[in-house]
């Protein structure tokens, strides 16, 4: 099955309105996590990111939020804007081999955030 | 400096045909990787390059699909007698490729591929 996963395909909210978008995790063994963003017709884009000895990390107007316990990964957007209509993805480490080098990553099928004036 | 580059933006094919993506990773980026987009799906990985080697080729999804890099720099991913079920949107990222866990892949636009 698939390792990383989303809750909901699609969140409708109010512009001006916090979000947020869940994700749960299936490997335990994972220790870095990712949100992308990915507006139609371009790739995904580097959101934020956390290690697993973390539970919290903030960015501009984001916060992810890490529960080792429950496996379960979430993105807050405060005062969400227009711009952030997008698809978004959370991503898991998959290490590709034990002799080093950048690892792969596992997503998840995507939230659908649609941005309601 | 610029992006991940890919190309075409957009391929349209006759089952049974073969087709060539090409992608230009930024530069300096030692760790280059392709992925495959279905329609309303998430990414799956294809394959991994540091440097010129790739060490797992165990996403690819079948034999009609091979990669190859060249110079560390530019990547092609070949599909071989293309069937309809490979049409999807391929992405290619890249990263420094500095071994730390914490190495951000930036994607370039990715090349959608239509087969007939």
């Known amino acids: 099955g698939e390792s990383v996963g989303l809750h909901l395909p699609t969140l409708s909210v109010q512009e001006g309105d916090n979000s947020i978008i869940n994700c749960a995790y299936s490997n335990s063994a994972s220790d870095y996590f990712i949100w992308y963003k990915q507006e139609s017709g371009k790739g995904p884009q580097f959101i934020i990111d956390i290690r697993s000895n973390m539970d919290k990390r903030q960015g501009q107007r984001v916060t992810v939020l890490l529960n080792k316990t429950v496996k379960h990964l979430s993105l807050q957007i405060a005062a969400t804007q227009p711009g952030d209509s997008a698809v978004y993805f959370c991503?898991?480490?998959?290490?590709?081999?034990?002799?080093?080098?950048?690892?792969?990553?596992?997503f998840g099928k995507g939230t659908h955030l649609i941005i309601q004036p | 400096g610029a992006g991940v580059s890919q190309s075409p933006s957009n391929k349209v094919t006759e089952k049974g045909k073969d087709v060539e993506l090409r992608c230009d990773p930024i530069s300096g980026h030692t760790a280059l990787y392709w992925y495959r987009q279905s329609l309303g799906q998430g990414l799956e990985f294809l394959i991994y390059?540091?440097?010129?080697?790739?060490?797992?080729k165990s996403g690819l999804p079948s034999d009609r699909f091979s990669a190859e890099r060249t110079g560390g720099s530019v990547s092609t991913l070949t599909i071989q007698r293309t069937q309809q079920e490979d049409s999807a949107v391929y992405l290619c990222a890249s990263s420094l490729g500095t071994g730390y866990l914490t190495d951000t892949q930036y994607f370039g636009p990715g090349t959608r591929l239509t087969v007939l």
């Open positions: 390059f540091q440097g010129n080697s790739a060490p797992d």
């Open positions: 991503a898991e480490n998959m290490p590709l081999y034990s002799g080093g080098g950048a690892d792969g990553l596992t």
